[in-house]
């Protein structure tokens, strides 16, 4: 072949691999505004050696590292300390820490005012300490990412905030949370620590009615799968739209969809389960724009969602406004809200965003056996097991709830071989016919379209929920 020929080739095969991977989804099971995220993707290998807040070898360390990266660890256990992310073009795959998983004691933040995107997080557990002067209780969430934007949060365990659980406020977009763990937010009389709520997003210059081009858009988020437990509300609260809450289940809160800010814009609501807990009466549904001028630049889909509060109601709503019994037992809109925002005719669809991935929508039936097993960072600890617990008792409170130990039923094990520090185990190196003495070939292009070592952390993630057995998580409970 002539060389003018094989330059040809060398750039026809560039050219498409990097159309292929500019399709391919942050990873197979991703989902919504968030799902086409690249994280780390391309960039460098970190891998996590130790479990100290800060350091060469740290969590704090591979993070903070220039330029796209992929972080791996090499141990599991408990960080005690914060993680800041300064930049995106991130990928943190807690799936690969071996036997215990990860638990940051701490809070998870990027730079309030900064344009942090492009992050992928996996299997993560995220539970700070009690408020202090440092985080005092008003700005006190697990992870505080308010001005991020492409973000995807998959088989996160958060807790323990007294503001926010997951706070995207300041105008954040292009969000995917799903199949995530949000409980026992702190809930503490005493010290006045009683903001327990869940996840919130906001456009802020809609309070002043001057948005400006350049201003944060906030909205373009996707709340899928996730099971929300004694939050008081915000289950979530999304005042923007195009945004979308389905199939996820919230027990032992009061309001579970809200504004709580001035709202506009497409909201779709499908296939939720809205649980009575002990703590507060339930009231599934809250629309409260806080719009100073009507008409309110809102409109809603519901479909599917259930309601479980025995005394009051329990069934499925479709429509709020036509469904009698319904109205009876709840209020669910004020502010200028009125039944001609919810006469659509179906789903709305925000597939004409590239961004954007349908997610496959489930009978609300099918929740609690479908979700239990798989949400959040895996192995379970003692704080998700026993969340999970309280909600299939329909027992528990809102409380600060916090174990003494939580390694309490985790080993952590030994890591498997890999010889080349690539983050990739020689025995599946071989397995896929790379080196495993190249410590260079994590970004050989598979045949799925992924690079070798987002095809291994892949792999991993979806063997750890597709191995599980439902009556082995309960086997220990606190």
């Given at each position: 072949m002539k060389k003018s020929h094989k330059l040809l080739s060398v750039l026809f095969l560039t050219v498409f691999s990097e159309l292929l991977m500019a399709q391919l989804k942050a990873f197979p099971e991703a989902e919504g505004f968030a799902a086409m995220v690249t994280g780390g993707r391309g960039g460098d290998v970190r891998i996590v050696t130790n479990l100290n807040a800060s350091g060469t070898g740290s969590l704090q360390w591979a993070v903070s590292q220039p330029g796209p990266r992929i972080v791996?660890?090499?141990?599991s256990g408990l960080i005690t300390g914060d993680?800041?992310?300064?930049?995106?073009?991130?990928?943190?795959?807690?799936?690969?820490?071996?036997?215990?998983g990860i638990t940051l004691v701490g809070h998870m933040y990027t730079t309030y005012?900064?344009?942090?995107?492009?992050?992928?997080?996996?299997?993560?557990?995220?539970?700070?300490?009690?408020?202090?002067?440092?985080?005092?209780?008003?700005?006190?969430?697990?992870?505080?990412?308010?001005?991020?934007?492409?973000?995807?949060?998959?088989?996160?365990?958060?807790?323990?905030?007294?503001?926010?659980?997951?706070?995207?406020w300041g105008g954040a977009s292009y969000i995917t949370i799903q199949y995530s763990h949000l409980s026992f937010?702190?809930?503490?009389?005493?010290?006045?620590?009683?903001?327990?709520?869940?996840?919130i997003n906001h456009r802020p210059c809609l309070d002043s009615g001057n948005c400006q081009p350049g201003d944060r858009p906030g909205g373009h988020i996707s709340i899928l799968n996730n099971v929300f437990t004694h939050s008081r509300n915000r289950t979530p609260a999304l005042s923007v739209g195009p945004a979308e809450v389905i199939n996820n289940i919230t027990y032992n809160g009061r309001e579970g969809f809200v504004h709580h800010?001035?709202?506009?814009?497409?909201?779709?609501?499908?296939?939720?389960?809205?649980?009575?807990?002990?703590?507060?009466?339930l009231s599934p549904f809250w629309f409260d724009p806080e719009n100073p001028n009507p008409?309110?630049?809102?409109?809603?889909?519901?479909?599917?969602?259930?309601?479980?509060?025995?005394?009051?109601?329990?069934?499925?709503?479709?429509?709020?406004?036509?469904?009698?019994?319904?109205?009876?037992?709840?209020?669910?809109?004020?502010?200028g809200i009125n039944s001609d925002q919810f006469n659509q005719s179906g789903t709305f669809d925000f597939t004409a965003d590239s961004d954007y991935v349908a997610p496959q929508v489930h009978d609300h039936n099918s929740l609690e056996d479908r979700l239990l097993p798989a949400i959040g960072a895996y192995p379970h600890d003692v704080v998700a097991r026993q969340s999970i617990l309280e909600l299939l008792q329909r027992?528990?409170?809102?409380?600060?709830?916090?174990?003494?130990?939580?390694m309490a039923g985790l080993t952590a094990t030994t890591p498997p071989l890999d010889s080349d520090d690539d983050g990739m185990p020689d025995l599946w190196e071989l397995a896929n016919g790379l080196n495993h003495l190249n410590g260079s070939d994590h970004t050989t292009i598979m045949p799925s379209g992924y690079s070798a070592i987002e095809e291994y952390i892949n792999a991993l993630a979806t063997a750890l929920i597709g191995d599980l057995i439902f009556a082995d998580d309960f086997d220990d409970q606190p």
């Open positions: 791996v660890f090499a141990v993680l800041h992310i300064p930049h995106g073009d991130l990928t943190i795959a807690g799936q690969t820490a071996p036997g215990a005012g900064n344009d942090t995107g492009n992050i992928i997080i996996r299997h993560l557990r995220i539970r700070p300490p009690d408020p202090d002067a440092v985080w005092p209780a008003n700005q006190h969430d697990a992870i505080q990412f308010s001005t991020a934007n492409h973000i995807m949060l998959d088989h996160i365990d958060a807790s323990h905030g007294a503001d926010e659980t997951i706070d995207f937010p702190i809930y503490d009389t005493v010290n006045g620590w009683t903001h327990n709520k869940g996840v800010n001035v709202a506009e814009g497409e909201f779709n609501i499908i296939g939720n389960q809205y649980v009575a807990g002990p703590s507060i009466s008409p309110i630049p809102t409109t809603y889909w519901l479909q599917d969602n259930r309601v479980d509060d025995p005394g009051e109601y329990v069934g499925v709503v479709q429509n709020p406004w036509d469904d009698a019994s319904f109205g009876n037992s709840y209020t669910f809109a004020c502010c027992s528990g409170h809102w409380r600060n709830y916090r174990p003494a130990n939580l």
